[in-house]
């Protein structure tokens, strides 16, 4: 029996990897034994002298490369929050060994017959989960080539063996390129205005790095954020502006050859599968369905959110004025007076609840809000779990009901050197089929919070909140899936619904009644005011067509990026500027977004970024329902549990939507909610 802990069958709770036994020399040679597995598998699929039908074919391929998927799912997640030059190397490695694998398995002509006969045989008999399985994998097939001659299969194979290695060397390039700025700080007056949370913090960092007595800022979130927000000096703004701005551009990790050549690929593959444009092709699998249908939501947007952004700066300019500020308004002035302007009108800043936002008690907050609105229960693991890093909790989650085990939860909450940026949900496993049985998740929740330091627990803003509750949310849909396949569990739904789950939590955390179950705080033990809820609540849509035209900007660029002919295009920035024109407030000062948009070239985003936006029609639709019935009425939490939640991807999500909300979602519900619109 192997001794390699990646292919082992594990002792562990829930069959969990072993993290404490996982080394960087395990993965190659699993992924090849996994791969070796994988062909044996398929090899029984194909010589099978039964007909072909939906159990020995369609199940039997669900199935046949579960060990391979376990096996690079916990090599690109350790890859994510640990990174380092090591693992980067094994990626190039990794990817396209793995890519060459599935073009061999998308392009078998016999094992394709198979598929197509159990397809072409019909769906009587057959459940709609089923059903659905039976078309996504004769898709899949259709999609990876399996109608293309012998010359365009092997240029698609050498497509996806190059993308394989592209997408993470894009990632790598924008985590390097920031982990290479540092603002350290010598001088205590050069600290004016920075609220004592974000000092500490960076005298903690500055000390992690031998340079005690001193204060240290990068380009991480929590470091970013507050100095962009509070420091006085202008001149420090704009220096650390210009290097977020300028990540993975013009530097040793320059990532416009990168992006150009995955625009180039992504576009070429698309024209060879009979697609007229990448985005075509991606959005033959979403709900939006094509690019016009798209290009048609952001334009509306658009035209909300674009006069409603420059009635915005025009306050924020007026503003800036009474404050003393002269001369034009710059990019690096707009987190400044904003969050000043925020403070006049409502009388409150990010800082003021710091002290009611605790990570501990939020995080057993979400919990709490979780078992109200589902029946669960949230068990801290342990030991029980091995985890990656010491920062990294598990938890097991149970069904109140029935006591019913659903499903693992790691929490790996804090920067580190080679951890990605930004914050996610992933899954070791899905629920579903694995090795014979029906299992249930594993699922982690990735953030970049604040670190604790020796004086303080580590303290969110109101907006790490909403990021913890939308982040949970996606572990909901992952950790109450019904479904038997794994490849429609949870949140392997169509892109542009996946960020229904999550974004409708978010909601939640501006609500009194959610907040007095964990906002307190954290050195008298204070419950959070009322006054200072309605405060929150009154600040909800502050600049709120600032924020919206920024995201429909950045939809707008993907749309750009993915609808037209990129071998024509040959600078970024350039492109960049012409492409988000009608959408600018400022003149492009750094470097292009497009270098460091990691959501499209290295994340799962490309030609769907506008899914947030879209999202957030649904989430708005979905929340006035619990609004008109109660935020934790139980018949509405179960339907919506029940109907979106644990369906994963084994329906359509219209389908889906319309059982639980009863009709389509109202399209004005989001400009309702942002009270940018009258609209009823």
């Given amino acids: 029996m192997t001794t390699n802990p990646l292919l082992r069958p594990s ?82 490695k990794i990817g396209p060994v793995s890519a060459n694998f599935s073009a061999d398995i998308m392009h078998d002509k016999d094992l394709f017959a198979r598929v197509k ?33 012998p010359a365009k299969k092997q240029r698609l194979r050498e497509i996806s063996e190059r993308m394989s290695v592209l997408s993470p060397q894009f990632s790598n390039n924008v985590t390097k390129s920031a982990e290479a700025f540092e603002l350290l700080i010598e001088d205590e007056a050069d600290l004016s205005g920075l609220p004592a949370s974000a000092i500490a913090g960076a005298a903690h960092a500055a000390e992690e790095k031998g340079h005690a007595g001193r204060w240290l800022f990068t380009l991480d979130v929590p470091s970013y954020a507050p100095f962009m927000q509070f420091a006085d000096r202008r001149d420090l703004r704009e220096k650390l502006w210009r290097a977020f701005s300028n990540r993975a551009y013009g530097d040793a990790y320059d990532n416009c050859a990168t992006l150009l050549e995955i625009v180039r690929l992504r576009h070429e593959r698309a024209q060879l599968l009979g697609y007229q444009t990448h985005a075509h092709f991606v959005l033959e699998e979403r709900m939006a369905e094509r690019p016009e249908t798209v290009e048609d939501f952001l334009r509306t947007l658009q035209e909300t959110y674009k006069p409603a952004a420059e009635d915005d700066l025009v306050r924020l300019k007026d503003f800036a004025k009474t404050q003393g500020h002269d001369g034009d308004l710059k990019p690096w002035d707009v987190g400044y007076y904003s969050e000043k302007l925020r403070q006049s009108l409502f009388d409150f800043s990010d800082e003021d609840l710091r002290p009611y936002f605790p990570l501990t008690a939020v995080l057993e907050g979400v919990f709490a809000h979780f078992s109200a609105l589902f029946h669960l229960r949230f068990a801290p693991a342990g030991d029980k779990y091995p985890v990656w890093h010491p920062d990294v909790k598990a938890f097991e989650v149970f069904d109140l009901t029935d006591e019913s085990f659903l499903g693992t939860l790691y929490a790996d909450f804090h920067p580190r050197t080679g951890k ?26 990735v953030c970049n919070f604040t670190k604790p330091t020796k004086d303080k627990p580590s303290l969110l803003t109101h907006n790490e909140v909403l990021t913890l509750f939308h982040e949970m949310g996606h572990a909901m849909h992952a950790l109450l899936a019904r479904g038997t396949y794994p490849s429609q569990s949870g949140t392997n739904v169509l892109w542009d619904f996946v960020e229904l789950p999550s974004q409708l939590q978010e909601n939640w955390a501006y609500e009194k009644a959610c907040l007095d179950r964990f906002a307190r705080h954290y ?24 924020g919206g035209l920024r995201q429909t900007s950045f939809a707008a660029l993907d749309m750009a990026w993915h609808t037209q002919d990129p071998t024509k295009i040959t600078d970024p920035a350039a492109f960049e500027d012409a492409e988000i024109t009608a959408f600018a407030l400022f003149p492009r000062l750094g470097g292009p977004q497009s270098a460091a948009f990691s959501h499209i070239f290295a994340g799962g985003y490309a030609a769907g970024y506008y899914s947030y936006k879209w999202a957030e029609v649904l989430d708005a639709d979905a929340f006035e329902l619990f609004q008109e019935r109660g935020l934790y009425d139980r018949p509405t939490a179960e339907s919506y549990k029940n109907e979106i939640l644990a369906k994963g991807g084994s329906e359509h999500p219209r389908i889906l939507y319309r059982r639980f909300r009863g009709r389509d979602a109202d399209p004005n519900a989001l400009f309702r909610r942002e009270n940018l619109k009258n609209v009823s």
Avoid at 420 to 441: D, I
Avoid at 534 to 542: L, S, T
């Fill in 523 to 546: 050195e008298t033990g204070e419950a959070i005011p009322a006054a200072l809820i309605r405060k929150i609540q009154d600040a909800k849509n502050f600049m709120a067509g600032w």
């Fill in 420 to 445: 990605r940026g930004g914050a996610w949900k992933t899954s070791y496993r899905n629920a579903g089929l694995f090795r014979g049985k029906n299992e249930r998740p594993l699922v982690s929740i």
């Fill in 11 to 92: 002792p562990l709770p829930n069959h969990a990897p072993a993290f404490d036994k996982i080394t960087e020399a395990d993965y190659v040679p699993a992924v090849e034994a996994a791969i070796a597995d994988a062909r044996a598998n398929i090899a029984q699929i194909k010589n099978n002298s039964a007909p072909a039908d939906f159990d020995n074919t369609i199940v039997a391929l669900e199935t046949a490369s579960e060990t391979l998927g376990l096996v690079t799912s916990v090599f690109y997640n350790q890859l994510s929050v640990m990174g380092g030059d090591k693992l980067q190397a094994l990626a190039e």
């Fill in 117 to 149: 006969a159990v397809r072409d045989a019909g769906t009587d008999g057959l459940t709609p989960e089923q059903t659905m399985l039976l078309d996504d994998t004769y898709k899949g097939f259709v999609r990876s080539g399996a109608l293309l001659d």
